[in-house]
């Protein structure tokens, strides 16, 4: 008994400092506290259950994730949560960069991206994840949620590591796109840029207009 | 004689620069490019930006104070002989 005991401390102690980046691992996927928690829980069991097959002295956060995300495949065929199709349409890699220079924000700001983004509020962002195609939402919600490499998150989710460097690279390229249609659509770059005095020398003319007079 | 990369040579690496997957020595080659290239700084700079900006945000997320309790209960009370594969 006090092995079984000592088996399930070891076990929560393994669990307990990696429980946040699975819950948010789970919560990004699921878009849904309520599933989150009981992806978490299932995947809970299903590791402590098999935690004779872990391999101590690997890494436990990557183990337990695998069989996190297993669970959430085995659950999106059941409940065929398939995702809006987002427009596919390949753009540039700095789509985002050109998309703000052409607004002018470059010219009022040392760190536009950092400008723009800390203006998008989270929500926004926590959406945008849903609107990626399935097999891109793991290895982008993967990617962000923690500082794997490729090379783990290719393990994770059993797939070849091209597989996800291609995946995680076209993901960056439609969140762009999203990202400045919230921008757009909230209004961020026109309210930031009145906002903003130019600088003289830069002072763009299409700026002019929001200039008050002295 | 020093290997110098391109401006597009070193746009094409810089997805996989900033996930920190290049080799030693391209990423070495990548550095010095941003050290004499302010666009290609300035592009990477942004790209770098937008990134840990969305990570953060995402990040964000918090553990419901009750998930914690349940797991526990739930490990407790799990009975492993009695959980089979469907
Ligand atoms: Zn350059």
Redesign the pocket.
Known sequence: MAGIKGAAKLFESNLEPILGVAYGVAFHLTHNAADAEDLVQEAAVKSFCGFHNFQADTNFKAWFLKILTNAFFKRCKKKRCEPEIVDLEENSALYLYNQTCKAGLHKVSDDPATDLLRRIDAEHITAMMKLLPSEYQIVTVLYFMDEFSYQEIAEIIDCPVGTVRSRLHRSRKILQKLLWRVAEEQGIVSKYLNAQIPKENDRPNDLRGNIQAA | MIDQMT?EE?FRRLDDFLDHELSASECLLVQE?LEI?T??AAEFKFEAGIWSEVRAKLQRTTVPPSLREKVTRLLRDTNCSDSTEK
Do not use: D
Request: with cysteine; hydrophobic share 15%.
């Open positions: 401006c070193t490019h290239c666009i290609c």
